[in-house]
C-alpha cells in the first residue's frame, strides 16, 4: 500500500521557519522525483518545488527561491521541505508527491500569522 505522510506543519510567525517531511512507503522511493506542492484558500494548487530521485538535481517556483529548500533520504524513504523567512503568503496546505505515478500524501497545514 502506497503512503505519503507529511509531518512538520503548524503555525508560525511571519520570517520564522519550519521543516516538513514526507515518509514514504510502499513504493521505490529512490526511483522517483519528488515534489512539494501547496494550495491556498481559494487559489489553485502550485508546484513549489522538485528534487530528482538521487537528489541531485532541484527546481524552485519563483516566489519560495531562496528562502525554501528541498532535500531527500533515500535511505530513510524521506523528503523533506526547510521553509525559511515564511510570509503570510506562504500559507496553505503542503503535499509532497511522487507526480509520475500519481502518489500524493494527505496534506500538512501551514499558517503564517502574527
Known amino acids: 500500500q502506497v503512503q505519503l505522510v507529511e509531518s512538520g506543519g503548524g503555525l508560525v510567525q511571519p520570517g520564522g521557519s519550519l521543516r516538513l517531511s514526507c515518509a514514504a512507503s510502499?513504493?521505490?522511493?529512490?526511483?522517483?522525483?519528488m515534489s512539494w506542492y501547496r494550495q491556498a484558500p481559494g487559489k489553485e494548487r502550485e508546484l513549489v518545488a522538485t528534487i530528482v530521485s538521487n537528489g541531485g538535481s532541484t527546481n524552485y517556483a519563483d516566489s519560495v527561491k531562496g528562502r525554501f529548500t528541498i532535500s531527500r533520504d533515500n535511505a530513510k524513504n524521506t523528503v523533506y521541505l526547510q521553509m525559511d523567512s515564511l510570509k503570510p503568503e506562504d500559507t496553505a496546505v503542503y503535499y509532497c508527491?511522487?507526480?509520475?505515478?500519481?502518489?500524493w500524501g494527505q496534506g500538512a497545514q501551514v499558517t503564517v500569522s502574527s
Open positions: 508527491s511522487a507526480v509520475t505515478p500519481g502518489y
Open positions: 510502499g513504493f521505490t522511493f529512490s526511483c522517483y522525483r
